[in-house]
Nanobody, 118 residues
């Protein structure tokens, strides 16, 4: 009922910028949180940034001041603008949607690789 597709990953030099996009299709939910997570090899999948249906944002401490999450409720997309990239930002980035129900229900995209070279 919900599909998420990420795009925009690639290879970038340290200090550079990259923008990721996630397109959502299928059922729409008035109360939801969309987010970007990332997972490096051998590491846990961690929250990067989230944005609620009302536009409230939250960021991991490691990306505050460098990354910006935004959403377009008409296009049903979220974006992640990544600036001042560091090698430690290298990971597979996943789009996530949580929608309200009896509990929060999660949907995940397939992921897109971001590699930052030193």
């Amino acid at each position: 009922q919900v599909q998420l597709v990420e795009s925009g990953g690639g290879l970038v030099q340290a200090g550079g910028s990259l923008s990721l996009s996630c397109a959502a299709s299928g059922a729409r939910f008035s109360l939801n949180i969309m987010a970007w997570y990332r997972q490096a090899p051998g590491k846990q999948r961690d929250l990067v940034a989230s944005i609620t249906s009302a536009g409230l944002t939250n960021y991991a401490d490691s990306v505050k001041g460098r990354f910006t999450i935004s959403r377009d409720n008409v296009k049903n997309t979220i974006d992640l603008q990544m600036n001042s990239l560091k090698p430690e930002d290298t990971a597979v980035y996943y789009c996530n949607l949580k929608r309200a129900g009896a509990t929060w229900i999660n949907y995940w995209g397939q992921g897109t690789q971001v590699t930052v070279s030193s």
